[in-house]
């Protein structure tokens, strides 16, 4: 099976799934040392 990949600049609309993917990695323990999930907080200033 010949299967291809597409390598591209990450868009602000990945950045949920790739928070999801890292805080499983966290969450499992065997990658890295970290122990705390990533958490966005949206902050709204008014300018």
Not at 8 to 32: H, L, P, T
């Amino acid at each position: 099976m010949n299967r291809m990949m597409i390598i591209r600049k990450y868009d602000d609309k990945d950045i949920e799934q790739m928070i999801s993917i890292w805080n499983e990695i966290v969450e499992e323990g065997v990658a890295f040392p970290q122990e705390d999930n990533i958490v966005i907080v949206a902050i709204l200033m008014e300018g």
